[in-house]
């Protein structure tokens, strides 16, 4: 099982909404990423989480708020986010770099600011 | 500075003919490759990725190819098709990230 499930598939929200986006994987992998995609750029990282804890934040803003409940699960907690947010995010599950194994991605939610 | 660079952004080749895309990294200490492919409104699917102890690796119609000298790694899509038509993006890891290429386009005309 090579999957990695994002939901919800489609997100609109407005600048004052409280939304989150979820992302689980049963690979065992230790290792989750969330990255930011715009229209016809590549994926730019967000967030880093290694064994539930998180290791990397690409500087950014506090409206974006990740979480790793499990070594299955992440989510992404959105407030207050500014039109310029609207992008697909995607999340990405790896058993480790280090050990040369690529990184699988969700479907991505897409989102939309209004 | 970009860890990978990929050049040039758009690629078209007729169906039937080969395409190789091309990647050049700056890291020497690099040792894992991967090679990414995004149809539109799709998910970055991984087709190939190879390590440094290895100069090519082949999975039926594409291939990887490394140069470590040069410090540049090539994807080879033999007999291309329609669906062969995406996004295709490098990427190498360091420091506990993978950071992408600006990616090219593939078209294949039929």
């Known amino acids: 099982d090579t999957e990695v499930t994002q939901t919800p598939k489609h997100l609109v929200m407005g600048m004052t909404n409280k939304k989150s986006l979820k992302c689980e994987q049963h690979?065992?992998?230790?290792?989750m990423y969330w990255y930011k995609q715009k229209a016809k750029k590549p994926p730019e990282l967000m967030f880093v989480?290694?064994?539930?804890?998180?290791?990397i934040n690409e500087s950014v803003p506090s409206r974006f708020s990740p979480e790793c409940p499990n070594s299955s699960l992440l989510n992404l907690h959105l407030h207050a986010l500014q039109p310029e947010d609207s992008a697909l995010y995607l999340c990405?599950?790896?058993?480790?770099?280090?050990?040369?194994?690529?990184?699988?991605f969700g479907q991505g939610t897409r989102l939309t600011v209004v | 500075g970009e860890n990978v660079e990929q050049h040039p952004s758009t690629l078209s080749v007729q169906e039937g003919d080969s395409a190789v895309i091309k990647c050049t990294y700056s890291?020497?200490?690099?040792?894992?490759f991967p090679w990414y492919k995004q149809e539109l409104g799709k998910r970055p699917q991984l087709i190939i990725d190879?390590?440094?102890?290895?100069g090519e690796k082949k999975d039926q119609r594409i291939a990887v190819t490394l140069n470590k000298t040069a410090k540049h790694f090539s994807l080879h899509i033999t007999e291309t098709q329609p669906e062969d038509s995406a996004v295709y993006f490098c990427?190498?890891?360091?420091?506990?990230?993978?950071?992408f290429g600006k990616g090219i386009t593939l078209s294949v005309r039929p």
């Open positions: 990405a599950s790896s058993q480790s770099f280090i050990r040369g194994r690529g990184a699988f």
């Open positions: 690979m065992g992998h230790r290792a």
């Open positions: 990427a190498t890891p360091k420091g506990g990230k993978l950071t």
């Open positions: 190879i390590r440094s102890n290895v």
């Open positions: 890291d020497s200490a690099s040792n894992y």
């Open positions: 989480y290694s064994y539930e804890k998180l290791s």
